[in-house]
Antibody
């Protein structure tokens, strides 16, 4: 079955970077975009950006431009999201999700909690 | 890109219907028929309910329906059941390779 499995929880200090992974299985990795969406505790969903696993092309929300980098390794069907210059406001669950068309997130990873604390 | 506006809460008794609105602009909701709806239970990842404004993926009950008028999309849950108690989010393509989510609505089954 189609599945996205994310890496484990992370604790980071302010100013550090975090790199989360998202391993796809059950489908051809290069056929569908992978997006990253985050959710701060008690808050709503926030779209961060996507990668086209086939070409490596990316697009990021303006809010995260210059601070987020999404990459992929097609040999292991895995996408990565790196967020730099972390602050406490970045404490959130980060989800990866597959899209089959514009804004059609049909499969989600289980989420990874990133805690930023001194 | 600003978040789409949803009411913070909605409620209904079992068997009743509840409708959730999702208001954007002509640059997102009003400009494209790429509106989706997601259900999220506590501690779980979101689940796709509706896509392309009104289409249901296989496995989603027909109690869930979507529509759009101008810059506002709506999700209606008919025949409310206890398991429908959850948070609901809309999303829309916003042009320029961007997507945007709604602020979320907590549905309570009384």
């Amino acid at each position: 079955q189609v599945q996205l499995v994310q890496s484990g929880a992370e604790v980071k200090k302010p100013g550090a970077s975090v790199k989360a992974s998202c391993k796809a299985s059950g489908y051809t990795f290069t056929d569908y975009y992978i997006h990253w969406v985050r959710q701060a505790p008690g808050h709503g969903l926030e779209w961060m950006g996507w990668i086209n696993p086939n070409s490596g092309g990316t697009s990021y929300a303006q809010k995260f431009q210059g601070r987020v980098t999404v990459t992929r390794d097609t040999s292991i069907s895995t996408a990565y999201m790196e967020l730099s210059r972390l602050t406490s406001d970045d404490t959130a669950v980060y989800y990866c999700a597959r899209t089959t068309a514009h804004s059609l997130f049909d499969c989600w990873g289980q989420g990874v909690l990133v805690t930023v604390s001194s | 890109q600003s978040a789409l506006t949803q009411p913070p809460s909605a409620s209904g008794s079992p068997g009743q219907s509840v409708t959730i609105s999702c208001t954007g602009t002509s640059s997102d909701v009003g400009g494209y028929n790429y509106v989706s709806w997601y259900q999220q239970h506590p501690g779980q990842a979101p689940k796709l309910l509706i896509y392309d404004v009104s289409k249901r993926p296989s496995g989603v009950p027909d109690r869930f329906s979507g529509s759009k008028s101008g810059n506002t999309a709506s999700l209606t849950v008919s025949g409310l059941q206890a398991e429908d108690e959850a948070d609901y989010y809309c999303s829309s393509y916003g042009g320029s390779n961007n997507d945007v989510f709604g602020t979320g609505t907590k549905v309570t089954v009384l």
